[in-house]
């Protein structure tokens, strides 16, 4: 966004120098290295084409950029709900702690075998939205455990993104935009395209008999409790993330 402004400073960091509260110097490198490894900037830190596009997205890059690739793949649907879920939360609500099962088996229930929380959240909002304009959206997140509330705010980021992509004219006729929408393993490439460099390669704990993101030698990024993947054996030799979490033992997971 600033280098959309075309201010007179050839690097970034110079112009972040001259904000009251300025980010330190490694938020600043990390921030300006993903840009270029996505190909928002050049190695000049100018903006390219992509980069000038995303900019006009009210989304994180990476999730921008999924987004625009769902648009010239034709399964501009599902992403959008993805990126509008990881955008704002996780719809799914634990109102009992005892009661986590019902979530875990939700969750499971909508991911269909793709071993993907990323796909189990665009079924989850493909079939709320079903649900409400057959006026039986209430008794479905009560059955399934869902805030209302936040799918609410899911809905109207996806309408807020529809409408950035027409303005920027990439969006297609309407019978044309999810030609390619239930092909799965298009959607995890397109969501794997999004996320680089968030990917990591799978490994394998053969005593306890579960995978993890290997992230260098001897180190290991769990599965979050709450992923549909957790205590799995998973197919695929990378899994993609958007957020990483640490807890008080210094463990990180997905």
Same mark, same amino acid.
């Given at each position: 966004?600033?280098?959309?402004?075309?201010?007179?400073?050839?690097?970034?960091?110079?112009?972040?120098?001259?904000?009251?509260?300025?980010?330190?110097?490694?938020?600043?490198?990390?921030?300006?290295?993903?840009?270029?490894?996505?190909?928002?900037?050049?190695?000049?830190?100018?903006?390219?084409?992509?980069?000038?596009?995303?900019?006009?997205?009210?989304?994180?890059?990476?999730?921008?950029?999924?987004?625009?690739? *769902?648009?010239?793949?034709?399964?501009?649907?599902?992403?959008?709900?993805?990126?509008?879920?990881?955008?704002?939360?996780?719809?799914?609500?634990?109102? *009992?702690?005892?009661?986590?099962?019902?979530?875990?088996?939700?969750?499971?229930?909508?991911?269909?075998?793709?071993?993907?929380?990323?796909?189990?959240?665009?079924?989850?909002?493909?079939?709320?939205?079903?649900? @409400?304009?057959?006026?039986?959206?209430?008794?479905?997140?009560?059955?399934?455990?869902?805030?209302?509330?936040?799918?609410?705010?899911?809905?109207?980021?996806?309408?807020?993104?529809?409408?950035?992509?027409?303005?920027?004219?990439?969006?297609?006729?309407?019978?044309?935009?999810?030609?390619?929408?239930?092909?799965?393993?298009?959607?995890?490439?397109?969501? *794997?395209?999004?996320?680089?460099?968030?990917?990591?390669?799978?490994? @394998?704990?053969?005593?306890?008999?579960?995978?993890?993101?290997?992230?260098?030698?001897?180190?290991?990024?769990?599965?979050?409790?709450?992923?549909?993947?957790?205590?799995?054996?998973?197919?695929?030799?990378?899994?993609? @993330?958007?957020?990483?979490?640490?807890?008080?033992?210094?463990?990180?997971?997905?």
């Amino acid at each position: 966004s600033i280098k959309s402004l075309s201010l007179p400073f050839v690097k970034i960091e110079a112009f972040m120098q001259y904000l009251v509260e300025a980010p330190n110097a490694t938020s600043i490198n990390d921030a300006i290295y993903l840009l270029t490894e996505i190909g928002a900037l050049d190695s000049s830190e100018n903006l390219t084409p992509l980069g000038a596009m995303l900019s006009r997205i009210p989304l994180h890059p990476q999730l921008g950029k999924m987004v625009l690739m *769902a648009c010239f793949f034709k399964c501009l649907d599902p992403i959008i709900a993805i990126v509008s879920v990881l955008n704002e939360k996780d719809p799914f609500q634990l109102k *009992a702690f005892k009661k986590r099962y019902l979530l875990d088996r939700a969750g499971l229930e909508f991911a269909r075998n793709s071993f993907s929380d990323h796909i189990m959240f665009a079924n989850v909002v493909h079939q709320w939205e079903k649900a @409400y304009e057959s006026g039986n959206n209430g008794r479905f997140c009560a059955k399934h455990n869902l805030n209302e509330r936040v799918l609410d705010g899911i809905y109207k980021i996806k309408g807020e993104i529809l409408q950035r992509l027409d303005n920027l004219q990439v969006l297609g006729d309407k019978k044309s935009r999810n030609l390619n929408s239930k092909n799965e393993n298009l959607l995890k490439g397109i969501i *794997a395209y999004g996320l680089y460099p968030l990917i990591k390669l799978k490994g @394998y704990d053969p005593k306890n008999r579960f995978s993890f993101l290997t992230d260098g030698p001897r180190k290991r990024i769990y599965i979050n409790q709450k992923s549909v993947n957790k205590d799995k054996i998973l197919p695929d030799p990378y899994v993609a @993330y958007f957020i990483i979490r640490g807890n008080k033992k210094g463990n990180l997971s997905v």
